[in-house]
T-cell receptor, first 115, second 114 residues
Framework: DGGITQSPKYLFRKEGQNVTLSCEQN?????MYWYRQDPGQGLRLIYY???????QKGDIAEGYSVSREKKESFPLTVTSAQKNPTAFYLC??????????????FGPGTRLTVL | AQSVAQPEDQVNVAEGNPLTVKCTYSVSGNPYLFWYVQYPNRGLQFLLKYITGDNLVKGSYGFEAEFNKSQTSFHLKKPSALVSDSALYFCAVRPQPGNTPLVFGKGTRLSVIA
């Protein structure tokens, strides 16, 4: 899991509440990503950011929001508009937002459960 | 659309036997291909990647993968499986050009039986 930290490891949320997942990296990477993992569905991209103060929607951005105010931080907010938020959330980063050969490195994940 | 397919949800192999986890891809142009492993309740760990050159790529923990352009495949292999190799394995592709996010397959669960 290297220099990427995600907190908390487990998170419980009541329906109708917004919740923010933290992702921090000390690798000096430009690009950061959020994926959602559900059993049998692999990883699906929520949002990504190739540079500070810029981010793009992924395949399943509805009900989520992000910010990228600092290079080392890329928090994800799960809003009440997300209909089925219970999942395992993975943050990743890569050195550059411009080079196709770069490897993405992953954090340890946050498991979100909606009660 | 760029995609990868992992045709097997589950692979069972006896300890000491060779293992293969299959992956096929669909991209326009030349692909950049990756393999990751995930242990329970953990993040993904990078194993290896194919960029260009030798079709046989060697990676971490004794794993290797063979790129086959004609069959659009990138199968993960290991000559002798260990019980500790039991995990979830993901194949991923990055479509060219530029550093767009990886597109992942649905994963294959490998069980190595002692």
């Amino acid at each position: 899991d290297g220099g990427i930290t995600q907190s908390p490891k487990y998170l419980f949320r009541k329906e109708g509440q917004n919740v923010t997942l933290s992702c921090e990296q000390n690798l000096n990477h430009d690009a950061m990503y959020w994926y959602r993992q559900d059993p049998g569905q692999g990883l699906r991209l929520i949002y990504y950011s190739q540079i500070v103060n810029d981010f793009q929607k992924g395949d399943i951005a509805e009900g989520y929001s992000v910010s990228r105010e600092k290079k080392e931080s890329f928090p994800l907010t799960v809003t009440s508009a997300q209909k089925n938020p219970t999942a395992f959330y993975l943050c990743a980063s890569s050195i550059s937002g411009r080079t196709a050969t770069d490897t993405q490195y992953f954090g340890p994940g946050t498991r979100l459960t909606v009660l | 659309a760029q995609s990868v397919a992992q045709p097997e949800d589950q692979v069972n192999v006896a300890e000491g036997n060779p293992l293969t986890v299959k992956c096929t891809y669909s991209v326009s142009g030349n692909p950049y291909l990756f393999w990751y492993v995930q242990y329970p309740n953990r993040g993904l760990q990078f194993l290896l990647k194919y960029i260009t050159g030798d079709n046989l790529v060697k990676g971490s923990y004794g794993f290797e993968a063979e790129f086959n352009k004609s069959q659009t495949s990138f199968h993960l292999k290991k000559p002798s499986a260990l019980v500790s190799d039991s995990a979830l394995y993901f194949c991923a592709v990055r479509p060219q050009p530029g550093n767009t996010p990886l597109v992942f397959g649905k994963g294959t669960r490998l069980s190595v039986i002692a």
